[in-house]
């Protein structure tokens, strides 16, 4: 082997370390974020839903009903176990295995700070929230934002909170429904039965709020306060590298261009597409109706982008 190898084999080598480092600090990140979304859910139920019977929804919903109706031996942090963890298992082959290891590990961190704060720490929560007393809207609206904000975190780093979220995505498309769909289903089952069992509807009423509010909050954590815009741009073809050159001055972005065809005049066109966010959109529209005021532009929301603008 001449010393051109060696180097070769030796970068190699150095290329290869530099790899697995990054791909054990990928998964530190994860288990560190994932672990603080299970002490954040923990604190959202066990301080603000558990204490006045609200219920948050799907498995952990009901975990929360059954140790209500059970004895106290037989306690929460017990049932988020014994009802995710069959769950996530089941989807073992349709999520792969880091998924369900990082969903166990997540319900494994709520189910354990559940405990600490109900059965351990000097915190009474058996008759009011310690911060919001039995103010329902309270309790209903902080505990469905907190709640949110641990479950958007797991889902961001690559875990869950709730194994009927699994269950969602392998039966959804099988019984023709949406995942939101199959899991909204789940809930409104579940504040039913609640209704019937404690044979009043203002519970689980609240319990409804906290879902919204929990549900909205994911989706702020999970695809961020301020979605992008994607503008899709029909323009004649003779103004595309006017629209296109104006644009990227502007928004020092590239610009991705595709050939097109009117589909009632058969004239040909050009469908110009831009990612801009949501203070870009009027400069937008006035460079485009400068240059072609007869140019059609739709505007939709863009939950993620992965790019370089120099690869557009």
Do not use: H
Not at 11 to 26: E, S
Not at 47 to 72: H, K, R, W
Not at 290 to 311: G, L, M, P
Request: with cysteine; net charge neutral.
């Amino acid at each position: 082997m001449n010393g051109g190898d060696g180097n070769l084999l030796q970068r190699m080598m150095t290329m290869k370390n530099l790899l697995q480092r990054a791909r054990n600090t990928i998964k530190i990140k994860n288990m560190l974020f994932l672990s603080i979304a299970g002490i954040i859910n923990a604190f959202g139920i066990t301080i603000f839903l558990n204490p006045v019977n609200l219920y948050d929804s799907g498995i952990s919903g009901t975990a929360m009903l059954a140790a209500q109706l059970t004895p106290e031996s037989l306690s929460l942090s017990l049932f988020l176990i014994i009802f995710n963890l069959p769950l996530f298992l089941f989807g073992l082959k349709k999520q792969g295995k880091k998924f369900t290891f990082y969903a166990i590990y997540t319900v494994a961190v709520y189910s354990f700070v559940s405990w600490l704060i109900t059965d351990v720490l000097p915190v009474d929560v058996s008759m009011a929230s310690p911060l919001a007393g039995t103010d329902l809207l309270l309790c209903a609206v902080f505990g469905g934002v907190i709640s949110g904000i641990g479950s958007g975190l797991a889902i961001k780093f690559g875990g869950a909170m709730d194994g009927i979220e699994v269950m969602a995505v392998i039966f959804a498309k099988k019984i023709g429904v949406s995942v939101g769909s199959f899991v909204m289903a789940y809930n409104i089952v579940l504040y039913v039965v609640c209704g019937f069992i404690l044979q009043s509807w203002i519970l689980p009423l609240y319990s409804i709020v906290t879902y919204f509010a929990a549900l909205k909050t994911i989706d702020f954590i999970v695809e961020g306060f301020d979605r992008a815009k994607a503008a899709t741009i029909i323009a004649s073809v003779s103004c595309c590298d006017e629209i296109c050159n104006a644009l990227s001055e502007e928004f020092q972005s590239g610009v991705t261009v595709m050939q097109a065809q009117g589909g009632y005049s058969g004239k040909d066109k050009v469908m110009i597409y831009f990612v801009v966010n949501r203070f870009q959109i009027g400069k937008l529209k006035e460079i485009v109706r400068e240059i072609d005021k007869k140019a059609y532009i739709s505007i939709t929301e863009v939950a993620d982008v992965f790019s370089r603008n120099d690869s557009l």
